[in-house]
């Protein structure tokens, strides 16, 4: 048997270019431990959803004013309904955007916003159709604050605009009818009497006849018209000259 030889330097070379492998010391078996966690199941949404509306919890919390009016105005509304004395019918708190509207097309939201969420303390309509005649405010001492000039102003503004006059009277701890009554007539004073139109008649209409009736509304006289449409079409009966912001007819005697 051939004496062990030295190893050469190939073996050597092989040796630095092995790789070494650890020796790990045994590791005991690990268990595996899987934790399932159950997700909450979202309910489907319905085809159609509830309408939206207000909060139970504020519903619930809704009440009527015991007071409708303050002290001041109810004792004012008494003397105000004994002043007119049935003439004119007395509507308390009437928002503005219920009483005006602007007739611009695209351009007058602005102006309607700043007047259409305040009120007016008593407007006077007439009995017939309700047409407004006068508005009354009440003016105590907050009216003298700045932010109440101005929401004043405006309501100043839109009144003379529109061409309904607004009387302010001062608060006071009692109100007499007489005087009331005597402020009313003097503001309804200042109205110029109804102006009749200045253009003639259209061609479906005659020139108000000697004898032709007034009408109940504008007290003018009424003007002979031709009917378009209805149950008797081309006949002839009386009508306001103010249509289409008087509608009142009369039938030809």
Known sequence: M???RPPGC???FLRLLRPATPI??????????????????QPAAPAHPPPAGLPAENLAACRVRPNF????????????HQATEGRYVICPKVG????????????????????????????????????PVL??????????????????????????????????????AAFTKTDIAAQIAGKLSEI????????????LEAAAAPGAPLC???????????????????????GCRNYPACWQTRPLQ
Not at 146 to 155: F, I, L, N, T
Request: glycine share 8%; aromatic share 8%.
């Open 2 to 4: 051939a004496p062990d």
């Open 10 to 12: 190939l073996a050597f």
């Open 24 to 41: 790990l010391p045994s590791m005991p078996p690990v268990a595996v431990v899987t934790r399932v966690i159950a997700l909450p199941v």
């Open 69 to 80: 009016m303050s002290r001041g105005e109810g004792e004012f509304f008494h003397a105000l």
């Open 96 to 131: 503005l955007g219920d009483l005006f509207y602007v007739d611009v097309a695209d351009e007058g939201w602005h102006t309607r916003r700043r007047f259409s969420q305040k009120h007016v303390d008593f407007l006077l309509c007439d009995p017939l159709d309700l047409k």
């Open 135 to 172: 508005g009354i405010e009440l003016d105590d001492r907050s009216h003298r604050r700045p932010e109440r000039m101005a929401r004043d102003q405006v309501k100043n503004e839109v009144f003379a605009a529109a061409g309904l006059p607004l009387l302010r009277i001062p608060m006071r």
């Open 192 to 203: 110029p009497a109804p102006l009749q139109p200045a253009s003639a008649p259209g061609p």
């Open 216 to 238: 109940p509304r504008c007290g003018i006289p009424m003007v002979q018209k031709v009917a378009q449409r209805g149950p008797q079409p081309g006949g002839t009966f009386y």
